[in-house]
């Protein structure tokens, strides 16, 4: 999933992120309400986690402008405001879930997963294309062959890389596509990135007997081309 995580207090936004990182979900991380709704006018995202105190632009108003727009982006608010009138603000506004601070990073994991159960296209179980299919339950990729599923180990980016291609199968899709969806809002990695990742993924893909599922269109892209 593609976050957008807007948090001004540098060590619990850095935490989050990290931790949203490491279970393969791409963040986009604002710290002022403004910012993020720009973020939010360039980007589509998947589900929000907004702070409610903000330079710029409160979390509440930034929910409000989102719902305004009819976005029905699940949306996970944060604040030290603990009493039962500051939640029904929070709720009323258009926040689907409260989180109040200080909280354990295992229960905000817990709560974004809960609001992916509750939203029906963020809760696939597996992506099948072809003869291939993604889990996203373990973040694992397996190939079905005649005796039987072969499970491959891929890296965060190999596997959001596929889960992209598999998303668009038999299109050309550009490497200006694959920065604008994989890589975060503002990141500069350089130039050859996509072509160094593609290379990486292709070799997975080769090593396992599927060197001709990933072709490159000269000029243009990337074409994936899933075996029956």
Request: glycine share 6%; charged share 25%.
């Amino acid at each position: 999933m593609r976050i957008l995580l807007v948090e001004d207090e540098p060590d619990l936004g850095a935490a989050i992120k990290q931790s949203l990182n490491h279970s393969n979900h791409v963040v986009d991380w604002a710290v002022d309400g403004l910012d993020a709704w720009d973020f939010f006018k360039l980007k589509e995202y998947h589900l929000g986690i907004f702070d409610w105190l903000l330079p710029g632009m409160s979390g509440i108003e930034l929910t409000k402008r989102v719902r305004q727009q009819q976005k029905a982006l699940p949306i996970l608010m944060l604040t030290a405001k603990d009493s039962m009138e500051d939640k029904i603000t929070g709720l009323d506004a258009g926040a689907d879930d409260y989180l109040v601070k200080p909280f354990d990073m295992p229960e905000l994991l817990a709560r974004l997963r809960a609001l992916q159960r509750r939203t029906p296209q963020l809760q696939p179980k597996r992506l099948q294309v072809g003869n291939l299919s993604l889990d996203y339950a373990t973040n694992t990729f397996w190939l079905q062959e005649e005796s039987g599923e072969q499970q491959v180990l891929l890296t965060k980016k190999e596997f959001q890389l596929l889960e992209y291609f598999m998303q668009h199968p038999e299109q050309i899709v550009t490497s200006e596509q694959l920065l604008d969806r994989l890589w975060e809002f503002g990141a500069e990695p350089p130039s050859n990135v996509v072509a160094a990742q593609v290379c990486l993924l292709r070799r997975k893909l080769t090593k396992y007997g599927c060197d001709e599922m990933l072709e490159t269109v000269y000029g243009l892209g990337y074409c994936f081309k899933p075996q029956a």
